[in-house]
């Protein structure tokens, strides 16, 4: 298994920009399709955006399409999400996720995952 540390949360206010990091270890960082996925309070997990190994494709929530950018560096063994227009709806605890499958846009299509960072945006 891939393990994965996230970094770059904060608190920052509506209409900022903060970019998440997510630090892969252990395997081979190309061979996975990575994702990001947030969960705010007493709300299930929701997915945000998912890229293939090569960078090739990617796809996003419809409430985060425009405003936030998956990426991810292979050499670096890093993932990245780059959010702008931060809106308090954002708010929420943000996970990366590694999966072996080609390509996946549910938490159950996802078998390893970061211990999350959190993002708070403030009206």
């Known amino acids: 298994q891939v393990q994965l540390v996230e970094s770059g949360g904060g608190l920052v206010q509506a209409g900022g920009s903060l970019r998440l990091s997510c630090a892969a270890s252990g395997r081979t960082f190309s061979y996975y399709a990575m994702g990001w996925f947030r969960q705010a309070p007493g709300k299930e997990r929701e997915f945000v955006a998912v890229i293939n190994p090569s960078s090739s494709s990617t796809a996003y929530a419809d409430s985060v399409k425009g405003r936030f950018t998956i990426s991810r560096d292979n050499a670096k063994n890093t993932l990245y999400l780059q959010m702008n227009s931060l809106k308090p709806e954002d708010t929420a605890v943000y996970y990366c996720?590694?999966?072996?499958?080609?390509w996946g846009t549910g938490p159950n299509d996802f078998g390893s995952w970061g211990q999350g960072t959190q993002v708070t945006v403030s009206s």
């Open positions: 996720a590694a999966t072996t499958v080609p």
